[in-house]
């Protein structure tokens, strides 16, 4: 028979797929052993109507002829004929496997995966030339197709002794660029197996090479060996019930690679518009990477059981990204080549559900095993922070109420929810101070008023929480409100005429520290949060002094400075002491500089000049001490 050229669009799209469209060589064994798997699934059905069609036996074989460069695949299928060979192979992109699940649409357990003349000529990367010989079922004829460099295709008749399809591979040679030799290992093939193929339904078969001992002692001897190279059943498709958690762990163990068992299992299986079983994982300690930009998240993707992607972070929300595990769908939508995903409506529903349920988890654990979801929290936190804090705020609903912060109510993790439920009754906000320890926070002047009037303080102890509640704003109508910015309103009437008539009589005082600290501070004021200290550093509205150190720290060169403004305590006798010393005209540059560097390092803030505090300090001290 004359050589046939395949049709002009066919010829393009055939160039596009062996040289473009895989990025991954190592794919074609997939691709080969789900077209195997569609003539199995095939055979199976149609056996079910009709008792002339034996479908005992079904399996997959792989041969390895390293001599010859030979890669065979053969089935027991349903088989093609002449007519199916030039349809399915002869025009790339027609599909035997579609034209089948087309017919049977309205069966559901028709379970289909291949799309036979798209992915088989995914062998082109790696094969330059290719026999395809097939005996469809219920037939003594067979024919052979072939095509070498994918120049044209030739069909005649052939001999096969069973049902089913024969492909040779001829490998190509091994150059610089690229090696085609291991694919003829028997490790290789079994390890390509086991990453993409490994839950196929049907046993894939090979001989591999095995040693054993001869009895003799220290002598053994190597033999052929036909073994089952996948195990078939996947775990997520088994009933829950049916395993015990040992088998969820060993399995999280074993793909994903983590020394620590899960802190928490999910396996469930959706039905509906999208269709998908899921097999997730919450770790318990985050690796070691998992906050640089190294860490790949994302889940594994599986079509019926087949590997398709690694890492696919489209399935699920970047705030979630701890997640570790699989889900196996029916339904996505892939590209020709199976390796990259469409983003379409499915996708996208795909994804809200597992965050639905992931969300759903974790409220469950945070409700009923709390000491369990604060060591979650104690290793993911930062990331459920930064997932309500990014897009400007476009996830806070869905994250805000598993976000939890230490606070001055017995030093315990809260919810915002717990610290509004027990707020006093005059409290009208949400009070938080920055810090880098809860230990350093709980020593700062500006919480002396706010615990005494009884009100709980929330510890900001990372750089993303202040960023965070002024994307916020409130919880549950309540402000946030930090405790070392703009002016609290903290005091009563009386206290409050009290600042006013000595804000008023020491104005003098207050204009001249201002002054000497030479525009350093926007105003020094009396202070109505401060109980036992002398001085603290606050700011006005707009930015907070904790964010402008955050924003120096990460080098943001031109970022404006807080308002700052010094107070002071009318109470302690340092006030008195300045009131008098101003009074008698001394120069009182040396003590508002050094007030001014005392509430510096309160605030965590460096002092511009060491040396001058230096001197400043052990002048007054000589001072006092004669």
């Not at 799309?115 to 079922?137: L, N, P």
């Not at 086991?194 to 095995?210: F, T």
């Not at 904790?546 to 700052?564: C, D, F, H, I, T």
Request: include cysteine; charge should be negative.
């Amino acid at each position: 028979m004359a050589k046939k050229q395949f049709k002009t669009e066919s010829r393009r799209l055939l160039d596009l797929m062996a040289n473009s469209i895989y990025t991954n060589t190592d794919i074609f064994v997939r691709e080969l052993i789900s077209n195997a798997s569609d003539a199995l699934d095939k055979k199976y059905y149609r056996s079910l109507t009709d008792t002339s069609i034996n479908a005992e036996g079904l399996r997959i074989r792989i041969e390895l002829d390293k001599k010859n460069r030979l890669f065979t695949i053969s089935d027991n299928g349903i088989g093609m004929d002449e007519k199916e060979l030039e349809q399915d192979l002869g025009t790339i992109a027609r599909s035997g496997s579609f034209d089948f699940k087309q017919e049977l649409e309205k069966d559901d357990k028709v379970d289909i995966i291949g799309q036979f003349g798209v992915g088989f000529y995914s062998s082109f990367m790696v094969a330059d030339r290719i026999e395809v010989t097939s005996r469809k079922c219920g037939s003594e004829e067979a024919y052979r197709w072939v095509s070498v460099n994918a120049d044209g295709y030739e069909i005649k008749k052939a001999e096969r002794d069973v049902e089913g399809t024969t492909i040779v591979l001829h490998l190509k040679e091994d150059t610089k660029e690229k090696k085609y030799s291991p694919y003829l290992e028997s490790d290789m093939i079994q390890s390509l197996v086991r990453k993409y193929s490994d839950y196929i339904r049907y046993p894939i078969v090979m001989d591999v090479e095995v040693t054993r001992s001869t009895g003799e002692e220290g002598k053994t001897v190597k033999e052929i060996e036909t073994r089952t190279v996948n195990s078939m059943t996947p775990l997520w498709k088994k009933a829950a019930k049916e395993i015990k958690q040992e088998d969820y762990d060993q399995f999280y163990e074993e793909n994903f690679y983590d020394y620590a068992k899960p802190l928490k299992t999910l396996h469930y299986k959706v039905e509906g518009n999208t269709s998908y079983t899921a097999l997730l994982f919450i770790p318990e300690k985050a690796p070691y990477n998992y906050y640089t930009t190294d860490y790949k998240a994302g889940l594994k993707l599986y079509s019926r059981g087949v590997f398709i992607k690694d890492e696919a972070s489209e399935l699920i929300s970047d705030y979630f990204r701890f997640v570790r595990g699989l889900i196996d769908s029916d339904d996505l939508n892939l590209n020709i080549s199976r390796e990259i995903l469409q983003q379409d409506h499915q996708m996208q529903l795909l994804k809200r559900s597992i965050d639905k349920k992931v969300k759903n988890a974790l409220e469950k654990m945070l409700e009923k095993e709390r000491d369990k979801y604060e060591a979650f929290f104690d290793s993911f936190g930062t990331q459920l922070k930064y997932g309500a804090y990014e897009d400007y705020g476009a996830n806070k609903d869905t994250l805000i109420d598993l976000i939890l912060f230490r606070s001055t109510y017995e030093d315990k993790y809260v919810t915002l929810k717990e610290y509004v439920s027990r707020m006093k009754e005059d409290q009208k906000d949400i009070y938080y101070a920055c810090g880098e320890s809860a230990e350093k926070i709980k020593a700062m002047p500006q919480l002396e008023k706010i615990l005494e009037k009884g009100y709980e303080v929330l510890y900001f102890t990372e750089n993303v929480d202040e960023f965070m509640a002024t994307v916020l704003m409130n919880y549950d109508g309540k402000n946030f409100r930090s405790v070392n910015k703009g002016d609290l309103d903290l005091e009563s009437e009386e206290e409050k005429k009290e600042i006013a008539e000595e804000s008023i009589d020491a104005k003098d005082l207050l204009t001249s520290l201002k002054e000497a600290l030479n525009g350093e501070v926007s105003e020094v004021r009396i202070s109505g949060r401060l109980k036992t200290h002398p001085v603290c550093l606050v700011s006005d509205d707009g930015l907070s002094l904790n964010m402008e150190k955050v924003l120096s720290e990460m080098n943001q060169g031109g970022m404006p400075k807080a308002n700052r403004i010094l107070e002071l305590n009318k109470d302690h006798p340092l006030f008195a002491s300045l009131k008098e010393a101003h009074e008698k005209g001394e120069d009182l540059s040396d003590y508002a500089k050094l007030l001014y560097d005392q509430a510096l390092l309160i605030a965590g803030f460096p002092i511009e000049d060491p040396l001058e505090y230096s001197r400043r300090l052990s002048e007054i001290m000589i001072k006092a001490m004669h």
